[in-house]
């Protein structure tokens, strides 16, 4: 008897209807977009890669994958000092359209990437809004994170989570849930679209200004 043939590697975690249904919501983000609105979008990632040489190279390369024309905002310019990210952080993703997650490999070379607390909980912020939210790979390019395969780790007062890119995964052939997730990033353009800028509220939203 011949072998059975291998079935063909996951592109996808998410079942197909969730699929159906991710895309759908992303296109609807989409058709509602105002012409000449901005779209912000939050690079999260952690001290160890954040603090690195190459940082501004990261943050270069995300920005190219991403819809020309949004603002992209991270730690450094959202949070100025940073005393009060805990208190910030829910107040300041209501104002963003995505987010994207630079996180560390479980293993060089591996499709798993390790979620801290602060990433888990800026996920999970930005998923419950209906917002797109990506994983961002060197090796892979952005991953939608719907189609990752979440696996929650570590005890009930730290809770983290690893994110596996699925097996077959192609930066190359971006599939319809990528497309569809940058097609909600895409700014729609106006009359007078003037280019992303990070204005005072936008580096420190939440200062606070005594008359």
Same mark, same amino acid.
């Given at each position: 008897?011949?072998?059975?043939?291998?079935?063909?590697?996951?592109k996808s975690y998410a079942p197909p209807a969730r699929q159906r249904?991710?895309?759908?919501?992303?296109?609807?983000?989409?058709?509602?977009?105002?012409?000449?609105?901005?779209?912000?979008?939050?690079?999260?990632?952690?001290?160890?890669?954040?603090?690195?040489?190459?940082? +501004? +190279?990261?943050?270069?390369?995300?920005?190219?994958?991403?819809?020309?024309?949004? +603002?992209? &905002?991270?730690?450094?310019?959202?949070?100025?000092?940073?005393?009060?990210?805990?208190?910030?952080?829910?107040?300041?993703?209501?104002?963003?359209?995505?987010?994207?997650?630079?996180?560390?490999?479980?293993?060089?070379?591996?499709?798993?990437?390790?979620?801290?607390?602060?990433?888990?909980?800026?996920?999970?912020?930005?998923?419950?809004?209906?917002?797109?939210?990506? &994983?961002?790979?060197?090796?892979?390019? &952005?991953?939608?994170?719907?189609?990752?395969?979440?696996?929650?780790?570590?005890?009930?007062?730290?809770?983290?989570?690893?994110?596996?890119?699925?097996?077959?995964? +192609?930066?190359?052939?971006?599939p319809p849930t990528l497309e569809a997730a940058l097609a909600a990033?895409?700014?729609?353009?106006?009359?007078a679209v003037e280019p992303p800028t990070h204005p005072a509220h936008? &580096?420190?939203?939440?200062?606070?200004?005594?008359?």
């Amino acid at each position: 008897m011949p072998a059975a043939p291998a079935a063909a590697p996951p592109k996808s975690y998410a079942p197909p209807a969730r699929q159906r249904g991710y895309i759908t919501a992303m296109r609807r983000i989409a058709a509602s977009r105002e012409p000449g609105a901005p779209v912000r979008v939050y690079l999260g990632a952690p001290p160890l890669i954040a603090e690195r040489d190459n940082w +501004d +190279d990261r943050v270069k390369a995300v920005r190219t994958r991403l819809p020309r024309g949004i +603002d992209l &905002l991270t730690y450094g310019t959202a949070f100025a000092g940073g005393e009060d990210y805990a208190e910030r952080w829910e107040k300041f993703a209501q104002g963003l359209d995505g987010l994207v997650l630079i996180a560390p490999q479980k293993k060089p070379g591996g499709k798993v990437y390790r979620l801290g607390p602060t990433a888990r909980d800026e996920l999970r912020t930005v998923v419950a809004a209906g917002k797109p939210v990506l &994983l961002f790979a060197r090796t892979y390019g &952005l991953v939608p994170v719907v189609d990752c395969l979440p696996n929650r780790v570590g005890p009930p007062h730290r809770p983290r989570t690893k994110l596996a890119v699925p097996e077959g995964w +192609d930066a190359k052939t971006p599939p319809p849930t990528l497309e569809a997730a940058l097609a909600a990033l895409r700014p729609k353009a106006g009359d007078a679209v003037e280019p992303p800028t990070h204005p005072a509220h936008l &580096l420190n939203p939440f200062a606070v200004t005594t008359s």
